[in-house]
């Protein structure tokens, strides 16, 4: 499985962006996807998870009611919606799969990832 993230850029606080997920190279509709941020100076940290049928099953505190994941398993794709978004929003966010953890947060348990997409919030 190869994972690209877009849709990275600047915003204004307050603002929205949406970040997609592109999978290739083999079907990823039974996998867990997740979205994880690292800011600088920090531990790459989960956002958010959505499981194998398209249910979210975690956001992180500092992003619920405002960031939303979904997935089409029929293009192979994930979004992040993120919307009202902060100053403390701003770190290069990735994509990753995990094979067989279900309800996993730390990145060691995802397989795959993407190569990464900033998103760069000002005040």
């Known amino acids: 499985v190869q994972l690209q993230a877009s849709g990275g850029g600047m915003a204004q606080a307050g603002g929205s962006l949406r970040l997609s997920c592109a999978a290739s190279?083999?079907?990823?509709?039974?996998?867990?996807m997740g979205w994880f941020r690292q800011a600088p100076g920090k531990e790459r940290a989960i956002v958010a998870r959505?499981?194998?049928?398209?249910?979210?099953?975690y956001y992180a505190d500092s992003v619920k009611g405002r960031f939303s994941v979904s997935r089409d398993s029929s293009k192979n794709m994930m979004y992040l919606q993120m919307n009202n978004l902060k100053p403390e929003d701003t770190a290069v966010y990735y994509c990753?799969?995990?094979?067989?953890?279900?309800?996993?947060?730390?990145?060691?348990?995802?397989?795959?990832w993407g190569q990464g997409t900033q998103v760069t919030v000002s005040s």
């Open positions: 959505i499981n194998w049928s398209g249910k979210p099953t």
């Open positions: 190279g083999r079907t990823f509709s039974n996998y867990t």
């Open positions: 990753a799969a995990s094979q067989y953890y279900t309800g996993a947060r730390d990145p060691d348990l995802y397989d795959y």
